[in-house]
């Protein structure tokens, strides 16, 4: 969506100029960065498949820990941006339009689209290597929804916030991120152990509430614990470690946002406009 966002301001500017037949060149780019995306991701399904054991769960924790890293990076870079990206992005492409380089708007779309890609490998390779086709499905349903709002907001049918968009994915990127991270632990502690590297107390279990039957909703292999655990990192039995590393992320990066945007921008409480009283006529 974040790609498809940014994409959408390109073209929206490109018909404001009267420059629509460029869009040709945005097309080039997006079609670029999604198959170097699709390149990249069955690579790493392919080298992920082949691995087993010890090499399979280090794989599997690096990448998680990784995507946190590329994850955090787009939360701080939408801090940053979110105000200014719309007038950020004219004024690349007029430059390149008025200049003719006409690979700078190829440039500026297979940037935007292939990060995200990237990002969407990371997060997802894990889940298409255990279980493809209900990976793919997922996948199809979010690009399908993405593609529709997007030509909504490309034919000027629906127009969104950005700043708040911005805003309220960040707080989701958060989420996520911390599940990630949390997950990649687990699997380095495992990996760890299973080459015999004791890590001690750091490695026993906080707390352990799954239920015993694994079938029940709310056991991480359930059908509410396995959403759960797909989104949000949830753990009926996690390992301090990963409990330490949770709150840590949420403490330090949650902190960062708050102050970033602020308790008002987050709508974690009423803006000050809302909390205003009439004043008192005088008499």
Excluded: C
Aim: no cysteine.
């Amino acid at each position: 969506m974040e790609a498809a966002l940014i994409v959408s301001i390109l073209a929206a500017y490109l018909k404001k100029i009267g420059r629509g037949d460029l869009n040709r060149h945005l097309l080039t780019g997006v079609f670029a960065a999604i198959m170097v995306s699709l390149v990249a991701g069955g690579a790493m399904a392919y080298v992920y498949g082949g691995l087993s054991g010890v090499s399979a769960q280090l794989f599997e924790g690096s990448a998680s820990i990784l995507a946190t890293v590329v994850l955090t990076y787009m939360i701080f870079w939408m801090a940053r941006n979110a105000r200014r990206i719309s007038g950020e992005l004219e004024a690349k492409v007029h430059a390149s339009v008025s200049r003719g380089y006409v690979f700078g708007i190829v440039a500026l779309a297979f940037v935007a689209v292939v990060r995200e890609g990237i990002e969407t490998v990371l997060f997802l390779t894990a889940f298409a290597v255990q279980d493809f086709t209900a990976t793919l499905t997922g996948i199809m349903v979010g690009a399908t929804a993405v593609v529709g709002l997007s030509f909504l907001m490309m034919r000027g049918a629906y127009r969104l916030d950005l700043q708040k968009f911005f805003r309220y994915t960040s707080v989701l990127l958060l989420v996520f991120a911390a599940g990630l991270l949390g997950y990649g632990i687990h699997e380095l502690i495992e990996a760890a152990e299973g080459s015999g590297v004791e890590i001690g107390i750091l490695a026993d279990h906080a707390f352990d509430i799954n239920p015993a039957d694994t079938q029940n909703l709310f056991h991480e292999k359930g059908a509410v614990g396995s959403v759960l655990k797909a989104l949000v990192g949830y753990d009926g039995n996690p390992e301090w470690l990963r409990v330490v590393a949770y709150i840590g992320y949420w403490v330090v990066i949650g902190s960062y946002l708050i102050r970033f945007y602020g308790l008002t921008g987050l709508k974690l409480i009423p803006s000050a406009k809302k909390l205003e009283t009439r004043k008192p006529h005088r008499s």
